[in-house]
């Protein structure tokens, strides 16, 4: 993974092509709408990033519900939205393609606070013996990325994924490595042992590149599209993984294709840069590894809790 900033939809499709450590979901065949950019959601990724469903739609308005709430939009441009019954001021642009509504994604946050306390997003949570993946990425002839002292990626994936797998059984936890050793799978394997496992959580491990030398810091990625309960595991990590002393970079969103092809609770988290020597230096080190395995079980036991 590399730092940027998504220029437009081609740009960073290129970008990925020829640079980052884990391969996006093509979006390209899936969207053909030119207002399409990152801004942008349709009606339907509305509805699943505030965890509601579409209740009705037509040319002109669109109803989104849950048990709790009601949310009407109406769908011409700059129209007003309504929020269990009360105005909500303006929904903001509207572009409609091929059939397809577009709105910004401001419209989730205006939206999203203004939602009842809805009922727990997933009753039976597990607490106790949850059924764990752990995805060290990389592997075998693929090493990820290589910090300038030549360590690989896959070691300080596979190295701190061993520890929080250790740590997570040790707690009771049902936990499934996606790879134990130094071997090369797909990614979409990957997801799919997750959801063969019908887990309750599938947490993918990387670590971080960038041309600037000086990049640091952890990331966790969930994908556009992630429910709610990825989003909070993915916050709980982050405020866990404050103790380890590097620098957070927050939750962010990326298709990633295991993000994606997962239809669990799903989370990628990026360790650190292996393209900072010094940050590379405490991600090779094992008594680092397993302040950094400790964090994320930390993180991942106040989510499941
Ligand atoms: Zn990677």
Known sequence: MT????????????ILAFSGCQSRQDFLSGSPSPVRDSRTLTIQELATRLNLRIDEQDETFV??????????????????????????????PVRKTGGTVYVSETLVDQIRARLGTAPPARPGRPTQRARIVVDPGHGG??????????GYEKDVNLGVASKLAGILQRRGHQVTMTR??????????????????????????????????????????????????????AQAIIRAMKTTGLRSRGVRREDYRVL???????????????????????????????????AIAAGIGDYLR
Not at 3 to 14: E, N
Request: no cysteine; proline share 4%.
């Open 141 to 150: 002839h693929d090493p990820g990325t290589i910090a300038t002292n030549g």
């Open 180 to 233: 134990q050793g130094d071997r090369f799978i797909e990614l979409e394997s990957r997801a799919a042992i997750a959801n063969r496992r019908d887990a309750d959580l599938f947490v993918s491990i990387h670590a971080d590149s960038a041309p600037d030398p000086s990049a640091q810091g952890f990331t966790v990625y969930i994908a556009n599209s992630a429910a709610r309960e990825s989003q909070q595991v």
């Open 3 to 14: 730092t940027r900033k998504p220029i437009s939809a081609i740009a960073a499709v290129l």
């Open 260 to 294: 994606v092809k997962t239809s669990g609770p799903a989370v990628l988290v990026e360790l650190g840069y292996m393209s900072n020597a010094r940050e590379a230096r405490k991600l090779q080190d094992s008594t680092f590894q397993n302040r950094l395995a400790v």
């Open 63 to 92: 109803v989104l519900r849950d048990g709790t709430n009601t949310v009407l939009i109406f769908t011409h441009d700059d129209a007003r939205f309504f929020v269990n019954g009360r105005p909500a001021g303006s929904a903001g």
